[in-house]
T-cell receptor
Framework: NAGVMQNPRHLVRRRGQEARLRCSPM?????VYWYRQLPEEGLKFMVY????????ESGMPKERFSAEFPKEGPSILRIQQVVRGDSAAYFC?????????????FGQGTRLTVV | QKEVEQNSGPLSVPEGAIASLNCTYS??????FFWYRQYSGKSPELIMS????GDKEDGRFTAQLNKASQYVSLLIRDSQPSDSATYLC?????????FGTGTRLQVFP
């Protein structure tokens, strides 16, 4: 019973390139959340998606960042024209549903380094 | 005011002692509360969830919730060096979890 799968685990990009981070939720989970964690800081919410829908993107930077969760395939977090400040760990979590009593489980994360 | 506040620590306790980790939250509509453990360089791991006022025990872990005081705590009994990690408190006032910055726990032999 695979958990939340993220790939790649490590990603190095030069400034100005694009970064694509993938997340496959746990089996049976249809809710996906992306978080960013800077060194020595907490987890910051970015976006919440269900299949083919963005439910809440209040934590997503307005420019260069986008996310999708297509009907088939993993959820993708896309960062265009990366800058050094985008270097962080990006975690994906999934849950069965939403609401008050839903537990969310995290993937191993993608560590993005912008050089 | 931050939505979820935790003392960053480090909290140092000797092996075998009780470690007490605290968290306060600002949004009264929150109904569910979670504790995650995160080892350095790893992903957060869910260790406890609590939804009702009072205590909830699971092995060496006890979560305590007081909604009137907007306070959640985690007690770790018989602390082990392997418990050394950052403990993240999370609340769910909307459709996603909001995390505190975490408390770093150090258990020394």
């Amino acid at each position: 019973n695979a958990g939340v799968m993220q790939n790649p685990r490590h990603l190095v990009r030069r400034r100005g390139q694009e970064a694509r981070l993938r997340c496959s939720p746990m089996k049976g989970h249809s809710h996906v959340y992306w978080y960013r964690q800077l060194p020595e800081e907490g987890l910051k919410f970015m976006v919440y998606l269900q299949k083919e829908n963005i439910i809440d993107e209040s934590g997503m930077p307005k420019e260069r960042f986008s996310a999708e969760f297509p009907k088939e395939g993993p959820s993708i977090l896309r960062i265009q024209q990366v800058v050094r400040g985008d270097s962080a760990a990006y975690f994906c979590a999934s849950s069965l549903g939403t609401g008050d009593f839903t537990e969310a489980f995290f993937g191993q994360g993608t560590r993005l380094t912008v050089v | 005011q931050k939505e979820v506040e935790q003392n960053s620590g480090p909290l140092s306790v000797p092996e075998g002692a009780i470690a007490s980790l605290n968290c306060t939250y600002s949004d009264r509509v929150s109904q569910s509360f979670f504790w995650y453990r995160q080892y350095s360089g790893k992903s957060p791991e869910l260790i406890m969830s609590i939804y009702s006022n009072g205590d909830k025990e699971d092995g060496r872990f006890t979560a305590q919730l007081n909604k009137a005081s907007q306070y959640v705590s985690l007690l770790i009994r018989d602390s082990q060096p392997s418990d050394s990690a950052t403990y993240l408190c999370a609340v769910n006032p909307r459709s996603f979890l909001i995390f505190g910055t975490g408390t770093r726990l150090q258990v020394f032999p």
